[in-house]
């Protein structure tokens, strides 16, 4: 069978200003129509009932020898870096193992940048695990919750680096862990994805290739992307966000969920304002304006939300959604 060949990937040695191979390149290979042909026509005029078909190796673009030069990478263009104190395990490992499928990506000039294409499959098989996720005006468990910090943090570092963004997907709600750190951009830059539905996208406009690096430092609870391509002279200036329409959060909600504990009550959700917001960006080079668009969001207001376990003492006069009533409605 044909087998697309695959890039190899790199990080950035900032000392030595070199890439250095995370990843080796993988012969594609491909269908060799004509010679297959040829092989057909031989073995119906023999009588032949056995045919093997012929195929050729396709090579990478990129293999384990690029260098930074033949692909215009001089050094870096933009970082981003986001936090998430007080994930669970679960959503640890989702962080990590989105970060490492993003890691050493390369994207060539003029071409778009996929977060789905690259991240592949969500599963248990693949790496993820199960954690909280927004969905269908809920939080709820699902397979790769927390892979919106790595798609998050991606959408920044190519928003400050000036690249034009083709789609990006706001959150429901504002989450508390894009918004923690001192240098927090504050509501409004965030990205959600849930393939195939919502991606985030952007162009490679610059002339030179655009390597990805990721760190996952969970010591610091944090995640890095780095871009390092060519310093084409482009300016990026991003405005303060425009805060307005603003709403009240929701009251508190007790879940029943009989898989915890009698007497067990567990915060899943953490109240937040509704609000629209705006986020200008202007990109320049040489005294000419690029481009300029503004993100725009408009968050629901959310309630806390505590689960707990049959039997379990709760305020009085608590709205509460016991488990014989979730999911009919």
Not at 38 to 45: D, F, K, S, T
Not at 99 to 112: I, L
Not at 246 to 263: D, H, S
Not at 308 to 314: D, N, Q, R, S
Request: charged fraction near 25%; charge should be negative.
């Amino acid at each position: 069978m044909a087998a697309a060949p695959e890039n190899a990937r790199f990080g950035f040695d900032v000392d030595a200003g070199a890439m250095k191979l995370v990843r080796p390149a993988v012969l594609g290979r491909a269908l060799d129509v004509e010679g297959s042909l040829l092989l057909v026509n031989a073995a119906l005029e023999d009588g032949g009932h056995n045919i093997y078909l012929r195929f050729e190796a396709v090579s990478p673009d990129i293999d384990n020898e690029t260098r930074a030069e033949d692909l215009g990478i001089t050094g870096l263009v933009a970082e981003a870096t986001t936090f998430f104190r007080g994930s669970g395990e679960a959503r640890l490992q989702n962080i990590r193992a989105g970060a490492e499928t993003m890691h050493g990506v390369m994207v060539p000039p003029e071409s778009e940048f996929s977060f789905n294409a690259n991240l592949g499959s969500v599963s248990l098989d693949t790496g993820f695990a199960e954690a909280w996720i927004i969905f269908g005006g809920r939080t709820i468990q699902g397979v790769g919750g927390g892979i919106c910090q790595v798609s998050t943090t991606a959408f920044r570092s190519a928003f400050y680096a000036g690249y034009p963004i083709i789609e990006r997907n706001p959150h429901a709600y504002r989450v508390g862990y894009y918004e923690q750190g001192p240098d927090s951009p504050g509501p409004g830059l965030d990205a959600t994805v849930f393939s195939p539905v919502a991606d985030f996208r952007f162009l490679n406009d610059r002339e030179a290739w655009l390597l990805i690096e990721t760190e996952f430092d969970e010591a610091e609870s944090s995640l890095t992307f780095r871009f390092y391509s060519a310093d084409d002279g482009r300016t990026v200036t991003v405005g303060e966000a425009d805060v307005s329409d603003v709403e009240e959060a929701k009251e508190t909600v007790y879940e029943e969920n009989l898989e915890l504990e009698a007497g067990v009550l567990k915060q899943v959700d953490w109240e937040n304002e509704g609000a629209k917001v705006a986020v200008p960006r202007v990109v320049e080079r040489g005294g000419y304006v690029m481009f300029e668009d503004v993100v725009q969001t408009r968050y629901q207001p959310w309630g806390s939300v505590f689960q707990f376990g049959p039997g379990t003492e709760l305020p009085e006069g608590a709205e509460v959604v016991w488990a014989v009533d979730v999911g009919e409605g």
